[in-house]
């Protein structure tokens, strides 16, 4: 069955989200979980209220996407949730580099090895800059770094960054 309307979602806050996606997963209908994601991102941005859960949404759907192998569909929702990180909080921002992180998996998966490269370095800067080094998020910038260094036969490189992951983790 689809949704017809997420009604009053811009009151929601990110666990309100978090429950109504997790019942929707719950189910494993992935028609059903997309067309979820899908309402909400039309319906906030309609409403224009609450930007950073629409930044959130964006992200899950560019997540959804992701797991799915729709690469392109994932790169431009997760464009979208940068572009509202950029408005929300800047580009010297923990967020922005999750955002940046986000992206460039999206690119390793789809074999831009060196692309994805780039990016995470971009991600590892933000963090370093803002002397955020002991972080989950910083961890998981060295974990994908370290694939994608593993896939383009780099493997001095990619144990070292695995390393570092492990030592945070």
């Not at 224009?48 to 959804?64: A, P, R, W």
């Not at 940046?100 to 692309?115: C, D, F, K, P, S």
């Amino acid at each position: 069955m689809p949704e017809r309307q997420i009604r009053g979602i811009s009151k929601w806050d990110a666990k309100e989200f978090y429950h109504q996606l997790g019942v929707r997963y719950r189910t494993h209908d992935m028609e059903r979980i997309e067309q979820f994601l899908a309402e909400c991102v039309r319906s906030l941005g309609e409403e224009q209220k609450n930007s950073m859960l629409l930044c959130v949404v964006c992200n899950e759907l560019g997540s959804f996407y992701r797991g799915t192998s729709r690469y392109q569909e994932s790169l431009s929702a997760f464009r979208k949730s940068q572009e509202l990180v950029l408005d929300l909080k800047g580009r010297d921002t923990a967020d922005y580099a999750v955002s940046v992180n986000n992206i460039a998996g999206t690119y390793r998966l789809m074999g831009e090895y060196e692309q994805a490269v780039s990016l995470f370095l971009e991600a590892l800067n933000i963090h370093e800059k803002l002397g955020d080094r002991q972080s989950y998020a910083y961890a998981s910038v060295h974990n994908n770094l370290a694939l994608a260094c593993q896939e383009l036969g780099q493997l001095f490189r990619a144990a070292s960054h695995l390393e570092t992951a492990l030592r945070l983790i």
